[in-house]
């Protein structure tokens, strides 16, 4: 009965590899984010997307990319890894939309530790 | 710009002594402000929130939260800390209607018995 759930957990790759990390909400939210947290535990978001659209784009590399391919879904492609990927990527969901706090309250998955050699 | 801070990069209390871990944040409209807790090696777990009505929230495991706009002031509290307590805590503020949620550097809390 997972709420958010990611997969890997763990993943370990060589420099220039692509790689993909995928999540998966079971709460009936139509918003889900990907968050990366660096070696210094620091929480920033990435992406964030409502009903398969895009609705926030930080400033990130163009090697990551998000596919969303339906609301319950959140992949994060990584072409060309680089040592400085090396962190803790953690995907979160939540409902969208301006009426009431708690529909925004986002709730995160385990997180996949990702290193790159 | 909306941003969080927690002064207190770790801090280190006796089991069974009280904790107040701070946090202030800067935004212009009324925030939303959550306290997530980060064991090691695990995720992010929502401890509590605060959107509006009573300042003083109540969370999972015996925290609490008083929210003072005066002082820009989301503190968290628990009366008396068990060991299972140590781990990296977070102050989020959630701003816009995209639901950004920009966070604290953390505050670590390490327990001694």
């Known amino acids: 009965d997972t709420a958010v759930s990611q997969t890997p957990k763990y993943l370990v790759t060589q420099m220039g590899n692509d790689k993909s990390i995928k999540c998966e909400q079971n709460?009936?939210?139509?918003?889900m984010y990907w968050y990366k947290q660096d070696s210094k535990k620091f929480l920033k978001i990435m992406f964030s997307y409502n009903n398969k659209e895009l609705i926030i784009n930080e400033t990130v590399p163009n090697r990551f990319s998000p596919k969303s391919p339906d609301k319950a879904h959140l992949n994060l492609h990584i072409n060309s890894l680089e040592l400085g990927d090396s962190a803790v990527y953690f995907c979160?969901?939540?409902?969208?939309?301006?009426?009431?706090?708690?529909?925004?309250?986002?709730?995160f998955g385990p997180g996949t530790r990702l290193l790159v050699l | 710009a909306q941003s969080v801070t927690q002064p207190d990069i770790h801090i280190t209390v006796s089991e069974g002594a009280s904790l107040e871990l701070r946090c202030n944040y800067s935004?212009?409209?009324?925030?939303?402000l959550f306290w997530y807790v980060q064991s090691p090696g695990q995720g992010l777990q929502l401890l509590l929130k605060y959107f509006s009505g009573d300042t003083l929230v109540q969370g999972i495991k015996g925290f609490e939260a008083e929210f003072k706009r005066s002082q820009s002031s989301f503190n968290l509290r628990k009366p008396s800390v068990h060991w299972s307590d140590a781990a990296e805590y977070f102050c989020a503020v959630l701003t816009g209607t995209a639901s950004k949620l920009t966070f604290g550097t953390g505050t670590r809390l390490q327990v001694t018995l």
């Open positions: 979160a969901s939540s409902l969208f939309g301006s009426r009431g706090g708690d529909r925004k309250t986002q709730y």
């Open positions: 709460l009936g939210h139509d918003t």
């Open positions: 935004y212009g409209a009324t925030p939303y």
